[in-house]
């Protein structure tokens, strides 16, 4: 044979896509990677623009938080390393107008406030809310709606902050970091920082919080607070949004999670495709290489030509799919721009890295193994062709395949558990689904009618082929059910922490002479409100009479005062792990710990605890640990005493409640009726953080969709892959005078006991990955799934044995004699 032409292998791309020997694989390429770049370009985006939007919640990027001003110095090596910088003072005080007064929670703002977010006011009761670049102008100060009638003031009026006097100019609706601290209670005045002097109301000994603001290159922030962190004293601490905000944040880390879970899946959905794909590539071709070998081409050349076609292949399906992936995630974000709070940024080069790295992944994976097997062919193959079984050196497509698309997720998605999470679902379908053939090929045929006879018939004969096409189809049904079960855990969980009637107002501060009148305000109100619980407030200072600052393991519990509580029934958000309650023990010296500080502390039951309180020393054992949900918006304690333990103590009480918008008035009545009663409230907050959640929710569903494209060609793929003999087959029985409706239920049978066997590989494949990924990678309690062995069987039925269906229609609408002579 004539030395090959470097070009042979264009030709032969050319001649073969002509006609439509490559279609299949070209297009399971194309879709591998657009749908992989698509999603790691919409993954990519929607996390920054998720990130910015849970930003507001702090004002800024990163935030110093102290109890008195910062060294003058820090401040000019922010501005020197070009941060954006802003200030705010937080601190209670008494407002006063005419003869009418109320405590209020006062913010003076700087300039520039807020560095991240926004700003909404109003100038009266009846116009419209705007968005505001900055707060209040020096001499005016806007305030919450609720104020006006408690302090009879209206826009335009004077209101007294300590020794000086201002013009109310506005109502504040919206302010982005409004938190549940300290300094939030009552509702907000808000002021300019340059007034604060003149009222003389900050003095030495004030509770007053200074927050610092800081936003700016991601690279400069790092490297400020590395050069600021050594300088801080025990009195500051650095905010970001994990701390500041836990809910959102870990609202964020479990949905990037799931986009990378997501973005692995993709990966293997086309994985899949590629394989079988180009398993039938290689098979059509068989006839076309014996041929060439028996013209003298030898096993290199045979090799190379089909390897430069492989190449060329690669380079352009995966060109084209690292462009479809980007402009169809620009038009889905542009579709959906009206959703977002925030536009998403661009996103870098990784995605279309990933892309890139995806597509030749797949291509030397899953494609270059047939590839192997088709440059040993016999060059006898010409005289027979037997497209049903695979050899056994076709099993190394087992190995490196696998093999380099479970690398690629551990890269993709840099998660371990994810990656373990995968394979153990997979080595569970991949090592089931030859069991389970075997059980289908068992069948006895004489007992059976003409389409089951001809269905297994069909089983039997292709039992090999029969493993890989289960496990294909099981592993496209896995991916799709676990993303499905595992968004509804997630998305479900976030809702049950913040429930529509989740409490939304704390009162605190509840003498114990009012606590009936207050029961009896909620109840006349119908309001639903937690126990009432006593509160008193001291310090830990030792541990089995060691002093408490001196043990090696610390927490931010021993630098500071405590909220104690004592109570006698468990609330419903609370677990005990270790330990014994209250009813289970003969004491009144005990002390329940919240497991997580137990932990951190390293204190074991029986340890003996020692508290301040007042002055005085109260020493308790610990008689349990447990956990429970600082998300449920209940009053929880890092302590709780056996009843009568703190009872000597003056205490007042905490109790929390949901208050409908509608009635939100009811909060005036509640602080003329007890002045001495502080009303934390959190309705915004919670407003805010379901926003997010809904954003994220939101594009977790996004991807859901792209998802369901790469599941439905993994179902393609694995029927054409066999679809040649399947339609010879059909054609000679039909030659034979076989009705066409037997053959239709014959496809029907053989397709849908595939998708059946699929679908229970599929379910027990994704149990165990949701098993791995609820324990290690969301954080959430592994509940078993019962409808997932339903749906798993189903949708295999259904969706295999539809595609199945129809993609071998042909067989039977077409005239055998056409049929027979295309495939010859």
């Given at each position: 044979?004539?030395?090959?032409?470097?070009?042979?292998?264009?030709?032969?791309?050319?001649?073969?896509?002509?006609?439509?020997?490559?279609?299949?694989?070209?297009?399971?390429?194309?879709?591998?990677?657009?749908?992989?770049?698509?999603?790691?370009?919409?993954?990519?985006?929607?996390?920054?623009?998720?990130?910015?939007?849970?930003?507001?919640?702090?004002?800024?990027?990163?935030?110093?938080?102290?109890?008195?001003?910062?060294?003058?110095?820090?401040?000019?090596?922010?501005?020197?390393?070009?941060?954006?910088?802003?200030?705010?003072?937080?601190?209670?005080?008494?407002?006063?107008?005419?003869?009418?007064?109320?405590?209020?929670?006062?913010?003076?703002?700087?300039?520039?406030?807020?560095?991240?977010?926004?700003?909404?006011?109003?100038?009266?009761?009846?116009?419209?809310?705007?968005?505001?670049?900055?707060?209040?102008?020096?001499?005016?100060?806007?305030?919450?709606?609720?104020?006006?009638?408690?302090?009879?003031?209206?826009?335009?009026?004077?209101?007294?902050?300590?020794?000086?006097?201002?013009?109310?100019?506005?109502?504040?609706?919206?302010?982005?970091?409004?938190?549940?601290?300290?300094?939030?209670?009552?509702?907000?005045?808000?002021?300019?920082?340059?007034?604060?002097?003149?009222?003389?109301?900050?003095?030495?000994?004030?509770?007053?919080?200074?927050?610092?603001?800081?936003?700016?290159?991601?690279?400069?922030?790092?490297?400020?607070?590395?050069?600021?962190?050594?300088?801080?004293?025990?009195?500051?601490?650095?905010?970001?949004?994990?701390?500041?905000?836990?809910?959102?944040?870990?609202?964020?880390?479990?949905?990037?999670?799931?986009?990378?879970?997501?973005?692995?899946?993709?990966?293997?959905?086309?994985?899949?495709?590629?394989?079988?794909?180009?398993?039938?590539?290689?098979?059509?071709?068989?006839?076309?290489?014996?041929?060439?070998?028996?013209?003298?081409?030898?096993?290199?050349?045979?090799?190379?030509?089909?390897?430069?076609?492989?190449?060329?292949?690669?380079?352009?399906?995966?060109?084209?799919?690292?462009?479809?992936?980007?402009?169809?995630?620009?038009?889905?974000?542009?579709?959906?721009?009206?959703?977002?709070?925030?536009?998403?940024?661009?996103?870098?080069?990784?995605?279309?890295?990933?892309?890139?790295?995806?597509?030749?992944?797949?291509?030397?994976?899953?494609?270059?193994?047939?590839?192997?097997?088709?440059?040993?062919?016999?060059?006898?193959?010409?005289?027979?062709?037997?497209?049903?079984?695979?050899?056994?050196?076709?099993?190394?497509?087992?190995?490196?395949?696998?093999?380099?698309?479970?690398?690629?997720?551990?890269?993709?998605?840099?998660?371990?558990?994810i990656t373990l999470a995968l394979f153990a679902g997979m080595a569970l379908l991949v090592g089931g689904s030859a069991l389970v053939n075997r059980l289908l090929v068992r069948g006895r045929l004489a007992k059976l009618g003409g389409s089951w006879r001809i269905a297994l018939g069909s089983l039997q004969r292709r039992a090999a082929f029969n493993t890989l096409l289960i496990a294909a189809f099981g592993t496209g049904l896995l991916a799709m059910l676990a993303m499905v079960f595992a968004r509804t855990a997630l998305i479900d969980e976030w809702r049950m922490q913040l429930p529509d009637d989740a409490p939304n107002h704390f009162l605190i501060n509840i003498a114990p002479y009012e606590k009936e009148d207050v029961e009896?305000?909620?109840?006349?109100?119908?309001?639903?409100?937690?126990?009432?619980?006593?509160?008193?407030?001291?310090?830990?200072?030792?541990?089995?009479?060691?002093?408490?600052?001196?043990?090696?393991?610390?927490?931010?519990?021993?630098?500071?005062?405590?909220?104690?509580?004592?109570?006698?029934?468990?609330?419903?958000?609370?677990?005990?792990?270790?330990?014994?309650?209250?009813?289970?023990?003969?004491?009144?010296?005990?002390?329940?710990?919240?497991?997580?500080?137990?932990?951190?502390?390293?204190?074991?039951?029986?340890?003996?605890?020692?508290?301040?309180?007042?002055?005085?020393?109260?020493?308790?054992?610990?008689?349990?640990?447990?956990?429970?949900?600082?998300?449920?918006?209940?009053?929880?304690?890092?302590?709780?005493?056996?009843?009568?333990?703190?009872?000597?103590?003056?205490?007042?009480?905490?109790?929390?409640?949901?208050?409908?918008?509608?009635?939100?008035?009811?909060?005036?009545?509640?602080?003329?009726?007890?002045?001495?009663?502080?009303?934390?409230?959190?309705?915004?907050?919670?407003?805010?953080?379901?926003?997010?959640?809904?954003?994220?929710?939101?594009?977790?569903?996004?991807?859901?969709?792209?998802?369901?494209?790469?599941?439905?060609?993994?179902?393609?793929?694995?029927?054409?892959?066999?679809?040649?003999?399947?339609?010879?087959?059909?054609?000679?029985?039909?030659?034979?005078?076989?009705?066409?409706?037997?053959?239709?239920?014959?496809?029907?049978?053989?397709?849908?006991?595939?998708?059946?066997?699929?679908?229970?590989?599929?379910?027990?494949?994704?149990?165990?990955?949701?098993?791995?990924?609820?324990?290690?990678?969301?954080?959430?309690?592994?509940?078993?799934?019962?409808?997932?062995?339903?749906?798993?069987?189903?949708?295999?039925?259904?969706?295999?044995?539809?595609?199945?269906?129809?993609?071998?229609?042909?067989?039977?609408?077409?005239?055998?004699?056409?049929?027979?002579?295309?495939?010859?």
């Amino acid at each position: 044979m004539p030395s090959a032409n470097p070009l042979l292998p264009l030709k032969l791309l050319l001649r073969d896509w002509r006609g439509g020997e490559l279609a299949l694989i070209a297009t399971a390429l194309v879709l591998a990677v657009t749908c992989v770049t698509a999603i790691a370009h919409f993954s990519d985006r929607l996390t920054r623009a998720m990130h910015i939007q849970s930003q507001t919640f702090l004002a800024a990027e990163r935030v110093v938080s102290s109890s008195r001003p910062v060294e003058r110095s820090w401040l000019e090596e922010a501005s020197a390393r070009g941060l954006a910088q802003a200030q705010t003072v937080q601190f209670a005080s008494m407002l006063a107008a005419g003869e009418q007064f109320q405590f209020a929670s006062i913010k003076a703002v700087s300039d520039g406030y807020p560095l991240v977010g926004h700003l909404e006011m109003r100038p009266s009761a009846d116009a419209a809310s705007r968005v505001v670049p900055s707060g209040p102008a020096p001499g005016e100060v806007w305030m919450e709606p609720r104020l006006l009638p408690l302090l009879g003031l209206s826009p335009g009026d004077s209101l007294q902050i300590g020794e000086s006097s201002f013009t109310v100019t506005g109502l504040l609706d919206h302010e982005p970091d409004r938190s549940d601290n300290l300094f939030s209670m009552g509702a907000r005045v808000m002021m300019h920082r340059q007034d604060l002097a003149a009222t003389n109301v900050v003095q030495p000994g004030s509770r007053v919080q200074y927050r610092y603001l800081f936003a700016g290159d991601d690279a400069a922030l790092d490297d400020y607070f590395n050069w600021l962190q050594p300088r801080l004293s025990e009195h500051q601490r650095v905010i970001d949004l994990r701390e500041g905000q836990p809910r959102v944040a870990s609202a964020l880390d479990r949905a990037e999670s799931f986009l990378f879970l997501a973005g692995s899946l993709a990966v293997l959905l086309a994985s899949v495709a590629v394989g079988l794909a180009a398993r039938r590539y290689s098979l059509r071709h068989t006839s076309y290489v014996a041929v060439m070998k028996s013209l003298g081409a030898g096993r290199g050349k045979v090799l190379g030509i089909y390897l430069g076609q492989l190449a060329a292949l690669a380079l352009i399906a995966t060109a084209a799919g690292l462009l479809l992936g980007s402009v169809i995630q620009a038009q889905a974000v542009n579709l959906m721009a009206d959703f977002f709070p925030v536009d998403p940024p661009p996103s870098g080069w990784s995605p279309l890295l990933v892309g890139l790295v995806t597509g030749l992944a797949c291509a030397l994976g899953f494609a270059l193994p047939p590839l192997f097997r088709l440059a040993r062919t016999d060059p006898m193959q010409t005289l027979r062709r037997d497209w049903s079984n695979p050899d056994r050196r076709e099993w190394l497509g087992l190995v490196l395949g696998p093999t380099s698309m479970l690398l690629l997720i551990w890269w993709l998605s840099g998660s371990l558990p994810i990656t373990l999470a995968l394979f153990a679902g997979m080595a569970l379908l991949v090592g089931g689904s030859a069991l389970v053939n075997r059980l289908l090929v068992r069948g006895r045929l004489a007992k059976l009618g003409g389409s089951w006879r001809i269905a297994l018939g069909s089983l039997q004969r292709r039992a090999a082929f029969n493993t890989l096409l289960i496990a294909a189809f099981g592993t496209g049904l896995l991916a799709m059910l676990a993303m499905v079960f595992a968004r509804t855990a997630l998305i479900d969980e976030w809702r049950m922490q913040l429930p529509d009637d989740a409490p939304n107002h704390f009162l605190i501060n509840i003498a114990p002479y009012e606590k009936e009148d207050v029961e009896a305000l909620l109840a006349d109100n119908n309001l639903t409100a937690t126990e009432l619980y006593p509160m008193v407030r001291g310090r830990l200072i030792s541990i089995n009479d060691t002093p408490a600052r001196e043990r090696k393991k610390q927490a931010g519990a021993l630098r500071r005062e405590l909220n104690l509580s004592w109570t006698e029934n468990l609330a419903p958000d609370n677990r005990i792990v270790k330990g014994q309650w209250w009813d289970q023990l003969d004491t009144d010296n005990g002390v329940s710990i919240e497991a997580d500080l137990a932990e951190r502390l390293d204190l074991q039951l029986g340890d003996r605890l020692k508290f301040s309180i007042g002055g005085l020393e109260v020493e308790s054992t610990i008689t349990s640990l447990r956990t429970l949900d600082w998300n449920s918006m209940r009053p929880n304690f890092f302590m709780l005493f056996a009843p009568g333990s703190l009872e000597d103590f003056p205490a007042t009480y905490i109790t929390s409640f949901y208050l409908p918008a509608e009635d939100k008035l009811l909060v005036n009545d509640m602080v003329r009726a007890f002045p001495s009663v502080t009303v934390i409230e959190l309705d915004k907050i919670i407003e805010r953080i379901r926003d997010t959640i809904s954003q994220v929710s939101l594009a977790i569903e996004s991807v859901m969709a792209l998802m369901l494209v790469a599941g439905v060609l993994v179902l393609i793929a694995g029927v054409r892959a066999s679809i040649a003999e399947r339609l010879q087959e059909a054609a000679i029985i039909r030659t034979l005078g076989g009705p066409r409706r037997l053959l239709l239920h014959s496809l029907v049978i053989e397709f849908g006991l595939l998708g059946v066997a699929a679908g229970l590989l599929a379910a027990a494949g994704a149990e165990t990955t949701l098993a791995v990924l609820s324990q290690r990678v969301f954080e959430l309690p592994f509940t078993l799934h019962p409808l997932l062995w339903i749906a798993g069987p189903l949708a295999g039925a259904l969706l295999v044995g539809t595609a199945g269906t129809l993609a071998c229609r042909s067989a039977v609408s077409q005239p055998p004699l056409r049929v027979l002579r295309e495939l010859a």
